[in-house]
């Protein structure tokens, strides 16, 4: 899900609020809230990639292969 910037503010200064004892400068505290944000993402996609699967929805990976092969004029 996509938020605003209104959202990403938001999200920014609870982390601030929460954290910045923690840190040297708002540098490091903008970084630690991004990975932070960033690994939840990639963990949110994760998780949907399992439901997804476990639901059948999806391709063989072969199946994606061979056409990635395909189109990009790679021997198969």
Do not use: C, N
Not at 40 to 58: K, P, T
């Amino acid at each position: 899900m996509t938020k605003t910037v209104a959202e990403e503010i938001d999200s920014f200064a609870e982390y601030a609020r929460q954290h910045s004892a923690e840190v040297e400068s708002l540098d490091v505290l903008y970084r630690r809230w991004r990975d932070q944000a960033e690994r939840s993402e990639v963990i949110s996609a994760v998780e949907q990639g399992e439901r997804d699967a476990v639901a059948g929805r999806g391709r063989d990976v072969g199946e994606v292969f061979a056409e990635l092969r395909s189109e990009l004029g790679l021997p198969g």
